[in-house]
């Protein structure tokens, strides 16, 4: 028996030279032709979602039931794409990093279309997760990995019309438009340390993915290349400890926790170790009784901790269960304590707290917006707050009162882009 099927194609843009990971896209052009009908035996529909593994910046993680040597346009996905093309990379892509399931499926030159119609934005403002969508021909759509000024890094499929993996970045107005389902928020931050020694010291990652630094000088700003290569979409983390100065810790192009340290005047870099859940970032806090503490989310998604220990850094994992895609926040009260607030399995606020050196975990309550992390602060008068994005998209707070926490409503209607 032959079955006619329709085949969802991704098409890749021209080249200009022989280096597609180098060069810009400008118009898509049309695919080749493969045949339409395939043996009932050659098609297969993929009936699970797959489990999306740990990937870094440039890495091939479309799964291997769809990949190579599974020859391509043989099998459909779970989304209904069939395998290898652009359209299928790009779901999976989303599924995986963005916690997002494709409402439809399409030739990628719908796509853009088919998003508006669904009521997401499609405009010309890149955004790391955002889509990359040209609709020229059959179309083409690649995942944005990374933004940089004018330029834009793509990871996408077919790009070669071999059904193969690439990485490239193109300049960001080259595209019919960037469809955004749901975003990953910006990590590339500037965090800020007050030293006495310094005054205000501003860290930023610049557009080579290093660390860069604005400092005072007689008055005068001056901007200095500290080093280093952050993994895309990750940002860092910055103490001032009184034993050790400034200290600035971030994930590295391995996934490994990384730290530079200011000694004597000369900025050291060194890699502390362990492996952070994909494209997350580290939390470090200074506590007076432990020293420089450094929080981050594993590849088993549950929450770690380097420390110091004798001079050496110790790696603890404490435990929990973080829902993908979200971060933790840790903060060093007074009277509790260090205390880490995170978003669990369940869509409610956890907390990790330290007693008489022993790690316990405690579930506080309420019910945070879809992928959502809350934010703690330590107030003098008050303790700890924790504020967070709740399920009816209005700003909430936990407090402690009497030694037990309450959930008020502030108020307020946070945007997010509609999902389907």
């Known amino acids: 028996m032959i079955m006619k099927v329709r085949r969802l194609t991704g098409l890749r843009g021209s080249r200009q030279t022989a ?17 339409a009908a395939v043996g009932t035996a050659l098609l297969v529909l993929a009936s699970l979602v797959l489990t999306p593994k740990p990937a870094f910046a440039g890495t091939d993680d479309y799964p291997s039931p769809w990949r190579a040597p599974t020859a391509q346009d043989s099998m459909y ?37 088919d998003a ?30 990374a933004v940089n000024g004018s330029n834009v890094t793509i990871e996408e499929y077919n790009y070669d019309l071999h059904g193969d993996y690439n990485e490239r970045t193109i300049a960001a107005g080259s595209v019919s438009g960037y469809i955004h389902f749901k975003d990953l928020a910006s990590a590339q931050g500037g965090p800020v340390v007050d030293t006495a020694a310094t005054g205000p010291n501003v860290f930023y990652v610049g557009v080579d993915q290093a660390i860069w630094q604005w400092v005072k000088s007689g008055g005068t700003w001056v901007d200095n290349r500290i080093g280093g290569q952050l993994l895309q979409g990750t940002t860092m983390s910055t103490i001032d400890d009184p034993a050790t100065g400034v200290n600035i810790f971030y994930t590295g192009l391995d996934g490994a926790l990384w730290q530079w340290m200011n000694v004597g005047g000369n900025w050291t870099d060194t890699k502390i ?3 952070l859940y994909q494209r997350t970032s580290p939390i470090a806090i ?37 829902l993908q895609g979200t971060t933790m926040s840790a903060i060093d009260d007074p009277a509790s304590g260090v205390n880490i607030f995170y978003t669990g399995l369940d869509g409610a606020l956890w907390q990790w707290s330290r007693s008489a050196g022993n790690w316990s975990d405690v579930k506080i309550g309420g019910q945070l917006y879809q ?24 700003i909430w707070q936990w407090v402690r009162s009497g030694g037990t926490w309450v959930d008020n409503k502030i108020g307020g209607q946070v945007y997010f882009p509609p999902t389907h």
């Open 371 to 394: 992928g959502t992390s809350p934010m703690a602060v330590d107030d003098a008068a008050t303790g700890p707050n924790v504020f967070y994005v709740g399920v009816d998209q209005a």
């Open 77 to 113: 996905d779970s989304w209904h794409e069939l395998n290898r093309e652009c359209t299928s990379f790009v779901a999976w892509r989303l599924h995986s990093r963005n916690g997002f399931e494709m409402p439809f499926n399409d030739n990628a030159n719908g796509w853009g279309s």
């Open 19 to 35: 280096r597609p990971d180098t060069t810009t896209l400008t118009s898509p052009r049309r695919p080749r032709r493969r045949t």
């Open 273 to 275: 170790g362990g492996q």
């Open 286 to 322: 200074d506590d007076p009784t432990s020293g420089v503490n450094v929080f981050y989310t594993g590849v088993d998604g549950a929450i770690w901790q380097w420390v110091r220990s004798g001079g050496t850094w110790v790696d603890n994992k404490i435990g929990g269960q973080l």
């Open 116 to 145: 508006t119609a669904r009521g997401y934005a499609v405009n010309m403002t890149p955004a790391v997760g955002a889509v990359a969508w040209w609709s020229s021909g059959s179309g083409h759509v690649a995942w944005v990995e």
